[in-house]
């Protein structure tokens, strides 16, 4: 009776190397301690301060920095690297930052996690103006 040859062992072996293992995938997406800074190192000028009007935010791609400004005109200030996996947020709608790589959406006023993946809240960080213009980070 003809029958099909039996896989090899080094076929069989090929085959499980090249399979996917379940749970990888979901490290790659988790943050680690090799995801590097979550913002700037350093205090940063972004901008001219009249860039972030009463209510609004404006997001500096560049230094992976979102600003806000409420009502009473306080600035606040925050990373704009995604808590879930550490890709930097590209997308700011209104004041709802949207992550591009696995869709969590933060609030650019709190740094509050709005939708999931992401369950921590974006790093706040110090800003302040200085000749009219904004400077954000560490021990801005």
């Known amino acids: 009776m003809p029958g099909r040859p039996s896989a090899s062992r080094r076929t069989v072996l090929r085959g499980v190397a090249l399979t996917p293992v379940a749970g990888l995938g979901a490290a790659a997406c988790s943050p680690g301690g090799d ?4 913002g700037p190192t350093a205090p940063v000028e972004l901008g001219d301060e009249k860039e972030v009007a009463r209510g ?22 925050y990373s ?18 949207v992550c591009p790589c696995h869709g969590s959406e933060f609030d650019a006023r709190t740094g ?3 939708q999931a993946p992401a369950t921590v809240p974006l790093e706040e960080l110090s800003v302040r103006t200085e000749n009219g213009r904004i400077v954000a980070g560490p021990d801005a």
Not at 56 to 77: C, M, T
Request: aromatic letters at 2%; a positive charge; proline letters at 4%.
């Open 56 to 77: 609004s935010a404006a997001l500096y791609r560049e230094h992976n920095v979102v600003v806000s400004r409420g009502a009473d005109g306080s600035l606040k200030a």
């Open 80 to 97: 704009s690297i995604c808590t879930h996996a550490g890709c930097p947020i590209n997308k700011l709608r209104g004041t709802t930052l």
């Open 35 to 38: 995801a590097g800074p979550s």
């Open 112 to 114: 509050e996690v709005l």
